[in-house]
């Protein structure tokens, strides 16, 4: 089994698109790869520092909100109308962030890299919490994945687990080391959720060779760090924990705590050999298969230790193996990209959902995404999402999936195409002869769009 241009573009993209070619090759995959990020400069997102200064505002005006209450009288409404005021423009920018993102995906031909973004997005967790974070998990991935997405995987590591966005939403702020003047005079204590997630999830694996008391010093390593006031990390040596620490046996830190020691501990964790493999089987189970070929994850493992944790050299292998291009497609496109393979395979243009109202948005986008099981950035913890086929085809699931395959496309502002063009176009060649009977038999173009969309073919990849 070798390369095989319908597969490259379903299982490693979004699918085809009208206009854009699919893959020629592996290699032509790895150099778009390799090349500028031109999706990002197209659709622009803003990282966190960007946006701090929105966070601020809100910051004060709950502070401001608390301080009318407490005094009463008319000052109470209008400070809450300011705060509320803030908040729905926050809630504007996280749409036309989504947006954005859609775009990226519906109408790139560096299909691969998107994906890989998904998937290492996937992969660091992060869920806004609060007030004044609860709209801007978008930054992260523009400042943690995109830009280390074809670099090392220790540099995407780093930069995830000093985020302020994952520091949030990991309790990391109110974090102190053991030993730290705050934690002795109880006025903070140890946090290990940091820690925990680092070592479970982001590295070793559930399985890895980690123990409580490893989870515990490497949370005392942590303790310190904090937000500065341009929105970057800070770390202060009071909140730390005097060293050292051992973590999987070997000794981290000194009596002054330092970044620079939690950094040398990062670099370590990830090359243990438990990482590798821990990131060789996800990265083969999302793409590939839910029970991925042994071999197929020795490869990946083995890419990995050798290239010192190079994801350039970890796509090669993945993309070079034959088990990438078997031609059973097993796995289940997730909410997201069932939506986005859509828009990308109906051609809708970018300007067309640019321009959508809210409501509309709403309509076509966050409410279904929700049905379908995958409200938008809001996953059930930190592991992320399910990645296991069976967890997406429910009966209510498909109901929802079948429902917008239906109905979105006619809400679009856009011409539908012809059911006997769209049928080759979305479906590559892949049609049953049931579907491309049931298609081309259709009375409309949304009944013959709709039966495309919702066919077994099109759900897989």
Same mark, same amino acid.
């Given at each position: 089994m070798?390369f095989?241009?319908n597969?490259?573009?379903?299982?490693?993209?979004?699918?085809?698109?009208?206009?854009?070619?699919?893959?020629?090759?592996?290699?032509?995959m790895?150099?778009?790869?390799a090349?500028p990020?031109?999706?990002?400069?197209?659709?622009?997102?803003?990282?966190?520092?960007?946006?701090?200064?929105?966070?601020k505002e809100?910051?004060?005006?709950?502070?401001?909100?608390?301080?009318?209450?407490?005094?009463?009288?008319?000052?109470?409404?209008?400070t809450? $109308?300011?705060?509320? &005021?803030?908040?729905?423009q926050? !809630?504007r920018? +996280? =749409?036309?962030?989504?947006?954005? %993102? @859609?775009?990226r995906?519906?109408?790139?031909?560096?299909?691969f890299?998107?994906?890989?973004?998904r998937?290492?997005?996937?992969?660091?967790?992060?869920?806004?919490?609060?007030?004044q974070?609860?709209?801007?998990?978008?930054?992260?991935?523009?400042?943690?994945?995109r830009?280390?997405?074809?670099?090392?995987?220790?540099?995407?590591?780093?930069?995830?687990?000093?985020h302020?966005v994952?520091?949030?939403?990991l309790?990391?702020f109110?974090?102190?080391?053991e030993?730290?003047?705050? $934690?002795?005079?109880? &006025?903070?204590?140890?946090?290990? !959720?940091?820690? +925990? =997630?680092?070592?479970?999830?982001? %590295? @070793?694996?559930?399985?890895?060779?980690?123990?409580?008391k490893?989870?515990?010093s490497?949370?005392?390593?942590l303790a310190?760090?904090?937000?500065?006031?341009?929105?970057?990390?800070?770390?202060?040596?009071?909140?730390?924990?005097?060293g050292?620490?051992?973590v999987?046996?070997k000794?981290?830190?000194?009596?002054?705590?330092?970044?620079d020691?939690?950094f040398?501990?990062?670099?370590?964790?990830?090359?243990?050999?438990?990482?590798?493999r821990?990131?060789?089987?996800?990265?083969?189970?999302?793409?590939?298969s839910?029970?991925?070929?042994?071999?197929?994850? +020795?490869?990946?493992?083995?890419?990995?230790?050798?290239?010192d944790?190079?994801?350039?050299?970890?796509?090669?292998?993945?993309?070079?193996?034959?088990?990438a291009?078997?031609?059973?497609?097993?796995?289940?496109?997730?909410?997201?990209d069932?939506?986005?393979?859509?828009?990308?395979?109906?051609?809708?243009?970018?300007?067309?959902?640019?321009?959508?109202?809210?409501?509309?948005?709403?309509?076509?986008?966050?409410?279904?995404?929700?049905?379908?099981?995958?409200?938008?950035?809001?996953?059930?913890?930190p592991?992320?999402?399910?990645?296991?086929s069976?967890?997406?085809?429910?009966?209510?699931?498909l109901?929802?999936r079948?429902?917008?395959?239906?109905?979105?496309?006619s809400?679009?502002?856009?011409?539908?195409p012809?059911?006997?063009?769209?049928?080759?176009?979305?479906?590559?060649?892949?049609?049953?002869?049931?579907?491309?009977f049931?298609?081309?038999?259709?009375?409309?173009?949304w009944?013959?769009?709709?039966?495309?969309?919702?066919?077994?073919e099109?759900?897989r990849?």
């Amino acid at each position: 089994m070798s390369f095989d241009p319908n597969i490259a573009q379903t299982r490693f993209g979004y699918g085809p698109r009208l206009g854009l070619d699919a893959p020629k090759s592996v290699s032509q995959m790895l150099d778009m790869l390799a090349g500028p990020d031109t999706q990002a400069e197209r659709f622009p997102i803003p990282g966190f520092v960007d946006i701090y200064d929105h966070l601020k505002e809100v910051k004060q005006l709950t502070i401001a909100v608390r301080k009318a209450r407490n005094k009463g009288g008319p000052a109470v409404e209008k400070t809450i $109308a300011a705060r509320k &005021k803030k908040y729905a423009q926050m !809630n504007r920018k +996280r =749409e036309a962030w989504f947006i954005s %993102t @859609l775009n990226r995906c519906t109408t790139t031909e560096d299909a691969f890299r998107e994906r890989l973004v998904r998937f290492w997005t996937d992969h660091f967790t992060v869920i806004g919490k609060g007030p004044q974070f609860r709209s801007v998990a978008s930054t992260f991935s523009e400042d943690v994945v995109r830009p280390h997405v074809n670099g090392r995987f220790v540099d995407m590591l780093k930069a995830s687990s000093t985020h302020p966005v994952m520091l949030h939403f990991l309790d990391q702020f109110a974090s102190a080391g053991e030993g730290s003047k705050l $934690a002795m005079q109880g &006025k903070r204590s140890l946090n290990e !959720n940091l820690a +925990r =997630e680092i070592l479970e999830l982001h %590295t @070793l694996g559930v399985d890895g060779a980690y123990t409580q008391k490893d989870v515990r010093s490497f949370a005392n390593l942590l303790a310190g760090f904090a937000l500065g006031e341009d929105g970057r990390y800070r770390f202060h040596p009071r909140k730390g924990n005097p060293g050292p620490e051992v973590v999987l046996g070997k000794r981290y830190g000194r009596k002054k705590p330092r970044v620079d020691d939690v950094f040398e501990a990062l670099e370590d964790i990830a090359r243990h050999p438990d990482t590798a493999r821990y990131i060789a089987t996800k990265l083969a189970t999302h793409f590939v298969s839910d029970i991925p070929d042994p071999d197929l994850v +020795r490869a990946l493992s083995g890419s990995f230790i050798e290239s010192d944790g190079d994801l350039m050299a970890l796509y090669e292998v993945l993309l070079n193996h034959p088990a990438a291009w078997a031609p059973e497609r097993n796995k289940v496109k997730q909410p997201f990209d069932f939506v986005a393979s859509s828009v990308r395979a109906l051609g809708v243009p970018e300007g067309t959902l640019t321009a959508m109202k809210r409501k509309q948005r709403n309509l076509v986008f966050f409410g279904p995404l929700k049905l379908m099981g995958q409200q938008w950035e809001t996953p059930n913890g930190p592991d992320g999402w399910p990645e296991d086929s069976a967890h997406w085809i429910t009966p209510q699931g498909l109901a929802a999936r079948i429902q917008w395959a239906v109905s979105a496309p006619s809400a679009l502002d856009f011409k539908l195409p012809d059911p006997r063009d769209f049928v080759e176009t979305a479906l590559a060649g892949q049609a049953s002869d049931a579907t491309d009977f049931a298609a081309r038999a259709a009375e409309t173009r949304w009944e013959g769009i709709g039966i495309i969309l919702s066919s077994p073919e099109f759900q897989r990849r």
